[in-house]
């Protein structure tokens, strides 16, 4: 910085002015300290304003051992929105082991980050961080509703409604659910509200088809469809893709056949033949209220009474009246 501030000819301290974006610099001031910083190759040293600060301005991040749409799609969106009020992300994974959720969180505090966002769908993960003592704020994601301190979700019960109330108010009383794995907080969600529901509305009891959230299980789950019902709810949009394959392999068509409703909205949920009517969760949303929580957390703001985001129903050509 010394090095800069000779080339340029002002302090040190303008330097610092400078790259830490203060109003009130003169233009050519400024244009002359950025000249010398590109001449020079200067790179601030983060760890050395660390160290003056107490503060590495960064966002741990920690998530799926298994690449998930989801996910991945919330943790691209905190990097994005991070870089946006000058924070930085450093990113890690776990399984859903207690010990390697344990160990994810000790590499993170190691680094001395100033938050922690954790994808914390499944319960061993969020149990293995609530037992340890940490000074920085943690964010839970994707938890669907579930109390686990500061969360940013979306309401997966709402959503298991949204859908099942289409197939309801087309005709259908014969709705079969493929739900997801169990060990899935979101996916144990939207099985209980689907089961609640059910009662609530008194339809017929048909038997949950467990699924894995893969296409490969959506296909196999169409092989032990109820010959009776005439709608399916499917935990995701994957197992929804490989259920409507099943039907038409079984020479079913949807939806004159049988109804087929997804969740999450995936890109693909618009290409598929026919286009998928699904529960959209907009994971990018909860990357950008994950970073807004934790910024209003560094400011000391009360954050507990956070809203989860609200899912949409998007009504496309896999669901229509039953058959007669």
């Not at 893969?214 to 296909?219: I, K, L, S, V």
């Amino acid at each position: 910085m010394h090095d800069v501030a000779a080339r340029a000819g002002v302090s040190h301290q303008t330097v610092s002015r400078v790259i830490n974006e203060f109003e009130g610099i003169r233009p050519a001031t400024r244009e002359r300290v950025l000249a010398a910083i590109e001449e020079l190759g200067y790179h601030r040293n983060l760890s050395a304003r660390a160290l003056v600060t107490g503060r590495t301005h960064t966002i741990g991040m920690i998530g799926p051992l298994i690449p998930d749409i989801g996910p991945l799609s919330t943790l691209h969106a905190i990097e994005r929105s991070a870089r946006g009020v000058g924070l930085h992300t450093l990113m890690t994974s776990a399984d859903a082991t207690s010990e390697s959720a344990t160990e994810a969180v000790g590499f993170l505090l190691g680094r001395g980050v100033d938050a922690i966002a954790l994808v914390a769908q499944q319960q061993a993960i969020a149990d293995a961080v609530a037992a340890m003592r940490m000074d920085v704020p943690v964010i839970h994601l994707l938890t669907g509703g579930e109390p686990r301190g500061e969360a940013a979700s979306i309401d997966q019960r709402a959503g298991v409604r949204l859908a099942l109330d289409h197939l309801i108010d087309l005709g259908h009383t014969r709705i079969q659910h493929v739900s997801g794995p169990p060990t899935y907080t979101e996916s144990q969600l939207r099985r209980d509200e689907y089961l609640k529901v059910v009662a609530e509305r008194q339809l017929a009891s048909l038997d949950i088809l467990d699924g894995n959230w893969t296409a490969d299980a959506g296909y196999a789950a169409g092989g032990r469809l109820d010959p009776t019902a005439t709608a399916v709810f499917c935990a995701n949009d994957q197992m929804a893709f490989g259920l409507i394959h099943a039907l038409a392999d079984a020479g079913k068509a949807v939806p004159h056949d049988v109804s087929v409703v997804g969740f999450d909205d995936t890109s693909e949920a618009r290409h598929s033949l026919p286009p998928l009517t699904t529960v959209r969760q907009d994971f990018v949303a909860v990357g950008h209220l994950a970073v807004d929580l934790i910024v209003r957390a560094f400011d000391g703001a009360d954050t507990s009474e956070t809203k989860q985001l609200l899912p949409e129903l998007v009504v496309r050509q896999t669901t229509g009246t039953p058959r007669i």
